[in-house]
């Protein structure tokens, strides 16, 4: 397939069954919508592309900046075509909590505000709401800026309305799915895709998904939130259901591992609320039937908040001379030496001083004559076995004496004869009126 | 009454919970003393100083932990404080005064805040540490020092206005602080009065509740304090501030039912649950809502001590990544804390008795006036939602209710205050009680020490504002006196 633009490569995406022996459903088909595929990654460059496009050439004349509030998917579609069009792009947020896509938008070239917290002391009277004042500078004299809107845009919904919607009853030879099951974020896309399947079946029934409360799925809403959301009309869906995030993950988990799709938590959570949503309805089925969900994103650049919820999944072997592995006694009893007699050793010249403080800490003030070796650099060097000559000997600096007896009692461990941890670290020796030196 | 009834129940710790179940002496000092009333605990102070000290051992920091003192007016509060190991911060002349006259040596107070001449005097007198504002104050303080011949004076610098890279973090500007784009010309001030100012560290603080914003002012204040020792001055601490927060709700499940309720009230899909419909910041428009909930979070598991842990483990992005708190410690500061609200948690409540219970000839939530002004139970003026605690007048089955079925049912009612002005609402909200108050039963406002006793307490209309009493625990009875006549020693088991 040829094209000229890659913009041309929004939309068009696969529509694949599950296999039965995975979601266990006697009677219903599930079909996942892959909008992971196209090109920008995820489902949300069809409304970024359908928001924006009207606009762009114009934009590109006088240039200016595209200006959206969103944390992930739509200001990463909107950065790329921004940058296409030799325009910049600044997204506004206050939900941005996944590391790596922050930092793929920076990469994009996208300028990101992060909107102030709560106030802890509150004033009940202020007026001025982050929301409200972002509008106001949008609304500046002088401003070029093109804000696309999500939340409220028509363009959003309309996307889907002719795009990823009739893309599913094409796919099922013309007819529309019983069941149509999404996620709610900007509402877009689960609003679009169920007004066009609707438009096929009055029958379809659409199930909303919504994040549990207390809980934070990237992509998607709580209930509260999505009421905040001007495309979001609650006679939409037949039914809304909470999903939690351990749920999403689970559901990210079946879809990566047994049916070969690498989709992020949001696809996840759709599919484990459709399987949860059909188990009861196909018990009771005595024909066929068929249920779509989509599958947003992809799973890559979630790693970082699936592995702060779920460790488990990535267990790593364990790694020789850990300070981890030493016995509390062993610390307690490293070898160590108090500040008046680590001044008489330094002045032999004998000892290698270590300092374990990272490099600014050690810029700033440090024992005359000693080496920084910042105490995760000197972890992973020990893996490897012992960094010094075994007959020279070695005073250990942290601190507060803490990590350096741990290290005092791993490097006997592994076979050096004479190191000793500084008692009461650097501060001890700060509070001894023993000199400190910046060079 | 309409649905669930929408509890947001108080988190009670044990000597909180042991006053509301004493009734008979709850109900004696109200009839002695009066409603309003104030109740403070002293040794729960006690036991929160050492809650944030055991988050510096965990770290290895040293430093100090300052009480903001604007917080509460007590005096019993600040004795007791005295006779722990932490320190005070005071904002105003009056507050200074209290300090020493409580027993806090100048070693253990800061001065902060808008400063008079009065004020810098005192605490230059005193030789208390001194948080400036500008440059301006700086100045006024070294010319007051030497045309006083005064002790050279400790003074920490307040910055604001810390920048990021790579994500701008937008925060709330602060009228107070030097802007870090005038560090520069601040620290040739400092040198240049070098003969009069000890510079000991520099101090941030910043209203918000977000960690990031708070991590970038600390390593915002690490630069300075390198910056510092580069021209060869010796700074040796990092004064973080306050806003730590406290975590009023027992339950989150309650408090994400009544949230998500609100929402639909104001979105018209269900009875409302406010006075007139108010919507604490939200809005409906055309079936989209809009605004900002104006509310305190007041379920807040991540709050006080294990806020500050929270933000001490913080990574500090500029700075190679370590967290916050092995940066201190790496560069040898000190960590300075002022939590007021947070070292206030479960120090106190406010006792209201009920003098009218009226029903609506409509229906609707039942109107309750107490003997209290809206001002004397502050919650409202804070945003914290949080339902007082019913204490009877008559024990539990010997009331005029038992066996007729009334008082029993929970029940929606509608606070008032005993001003003779619409406003007087002691909270806008529809609040549920368990069972219907009566004339003479008390209504008390749990963990109301810090900030919502007598921040905002008037003596509007010549009605009284609270009295104050202490009580402490003594082999299994509590006991109490008036909250300046305690001190230390009052409790017999005390240091006598």
Not at chain 2, 74 to 79: D, G, I, P, T
Request: net charge negative; charged share 20%; proline share 6%.
């Amino acid at each position: 397939m040829r094209y000229d633009s890659i913009t041309e490569a929004i939309g068009n995406t696969p529509l694949v069954r599950i296999d039965r022996a995975v979601h266990g459903l006697n009677n219903i088909d599930l079909y996942a919508k892959l909008e992971l595929l196209n090109p920008f990654g995820s489902v949300k460059d069809r409304a970024a592309w359908n928001m924006a496009r009207p606009h762009l050439a114009a934009m590109a004349e006088e240039g200016g900046q595209v200006v959206e509030l969103s944390s992930g998917n739509t200001a990463k579609a909107l950065a790329v075509l921004a940058g296409m069009h030799g325009l910049t792009f600044k997204s506004v947020t206050n939900r941005m909590r996944i590391p790596e896509i922050k930092d793929l938008l920076l990469l994009l070239g996208a300028e990101i505000e992060e909107l102030p917290g709560q106030s802890e002391c509150l004033d009940p009277t202020a007026t001025d709401d982050p929301l409200t004042l972002f509008h106001r500078t949008l609304s500046e004299p002088g401003g070029t800026h093109l804000h696309t809107d999500q939340y409220f845009n028509p363009r959003n919904t309309e996307a889907h309305f002719t795009g990823t919607g009739p893309e599913i009853v094409k796919d099922l030879d013309g007819r529309a799915p019983d069941w149509f099951i999404a996620c709610v974020g900007t509402a877009g896309s689960s609003t679009g895709v169920a007004r066009a399947l609707r438009e096929h079946d009055p029958a379809v029934r659409v199930v909303g998904l919504v994040a549990a409360k207390s809980d934070f799925i990237p992509g998607i809403r709580t209930i509260d939130e999505a009421h905040e959301v001007g495309l979001f009309d609650p006679g939409t869906y037949d039914t809304i259901e909470a999903v939690s995030a351990d749920d999403a993950i689970e559901g990210m988990l079946t879809l990566n591992r047994r049916c070969g799709i690498l989709a992020g938590p949001t696809g996840g959570a759709a599919y484990f609320g459709a399987v949860r949503q059909l188990r009861e309805a196909d018990r009771e089925l005595t024909q066929r039937q068929s249920a779509a969900f989509i599958v947003c994103d992809r799973v890559e650049s979630y790693l970082s908040y699936v592995r702060r919820r779920r460790p488990d999944l990535f267990g790593s072997p364990r790694r020789r001379n850990s300070p981890a592995d030493l016995p509390e006694s062993a610390i307690r009893t490293a070898p160590a030496i108090g500040v008046t007699d680590a001044q008489a050793w330094i002045a032999t010249g004998e000892p290698l001083v270590v300092d374990l403080r990272s490099p600014y800490a050690y810029a700033a003030l440090h024992i005359d004559g000693s080496v920084n070796i910042v105490d995760e650099l000197f972890e992973e060097l020990l893996h490897g076995g012992l960094p010094f000559s075994r007959n020279r000997p070695v005073l250990l600096a942290c601190p507060v004496g803490e990590k350096s007896a741990r290290y005092a009692a791993l490097l006997t461990r592994m076979g050096h004869p004479d190191v000793r941890s500084l008692t009461g670290g650097i501060i001890a020796w700060r509070d001894a009126g023993a000199p400190l030196v910046r060079d | 009454m309409g649905g669930q009834p929408l509890y947001l129940e108080p988190r009670l710790e044990t000597r909180l919970r042991a006053l509301l179940a004493s009734p008979g002496l709850l109900h004696t000092l109200t009839d002695a003393l009066g409603s309003p009333l104030n109740l403070v605990v002293p040794d729960q102070l006690a036991d929160n100083v050492q809650r944030f000290r055991s988050v510096y051992g965990t770290h290895h920091l040293a430093g100090q932990v300052f009480l903001a003192h604007k917080a509460t007016r007590s005096s019993a509060l600040l004795r007791r404080l005295a006779a722990t190991d932490a320190g005070v911060d005071v904002a105003s002349l009056g507050e200074l005064q209290h300090a020493l006259g409580a027993g806090l040596t100048p070693d253990r107070i800061t001065a902060t805040g808008p400063k008079n001449p009065e004020f810098l005097w005192l605490a230059a007198r005193t030789a208390v540490t001194v948080s400036l504002d500008t440059r301006g104050e700086l100045e006024q303080l070294a010319t007051l020092v030497r045309k006083h011949t005064l002790p050279r004076t400790r003074v920490l610098l307040r910055l604001s206005g810390f920048e990021t890279s790579g994500v701008r973090v937008l925060s709330r500007r602060s009228r107070f602080g030097t802007g870090m784009g005038e560090v520069d010309p601040l620290l040739d001030t400092v040198e240049r009065h070098a003969d009069v100012i000890d510079l000991v560290g520099v101090a941030y603080h910043l209203d918000t509740t977000s960690l990031t914003e708070k991590a970038t002012a600390l390593e915002g204040c690490l630069r300075v304090l390198e910056e510092c020792r580069s021209r060869g001055l010796r700074p040796r601490a990092v004064d973080v501030g306050g806003g730590f927060g406290v975590d009023y709700l027992a339950d989150g499940g309650q408090w994400e039912r009544y949230t998500t309720e609100l929402t639909e009230a104001v979105l018209g899909t269900r009875p409302p649950l406010t006075y007139g419909g108010h919507g604490y910041g939200l809005r409906n428009e055309g079936g989209t809502l809009r605004g900002r909930l104006g509310l305190y979070p007041a379920h807040r598991p991540v709050a006080g001590a294990r806020y500050l842990d929270e933000l001490l483990s913080h990574p500090a992005v500029s700075l190679g990544g370590r967290p916050l708190a092995a940066l201190l410690l790496e560069h040898l500061y000190d960590l300075h804390t002022e939590p007021g609200r947070a070292l206030l948690d479960q120090c106190g409540l406010t006792l209201t008795r009920v003098l009218e219970v009226r029903d609506q000839d409509a229906g609707g939530p039942l109107l309750v006036r107490l003997a209290a002004k809206a001002d004397d139970v502050a919650l409202e003026e804070h945003g914290v939602l949080m339902d007082p605690v019913v204490v009877p007048r008559e024990p539990a089955g010997a009331g005029p209710g038992t066996g007729t079925g009334t008082g029993t049912e929970p029940v929606a009612v509608h606070l008032f205050g005993s001003l003779c002005l619409e406003s007087d609402l002691i909270t806008r909200r529809t609040v549920f009680l368990p069972r219907r108050p009566e004339p003479g039963d008390l209504l008390a406002f749990a963990n109301t020490a810090g900030y919502c006793m007598d921040f905002h307490a008037t003596r509007a209309q010549h009605q009284p504002a609270a009295r104050k009493v202490a009580a402490w625990q003594e082999g299994g009875a509590w006991r109490w006196c008036l909250d300046d006549q305690y001190w230390p020693t009052t409790p017999v088991g005390g240091a006598q």
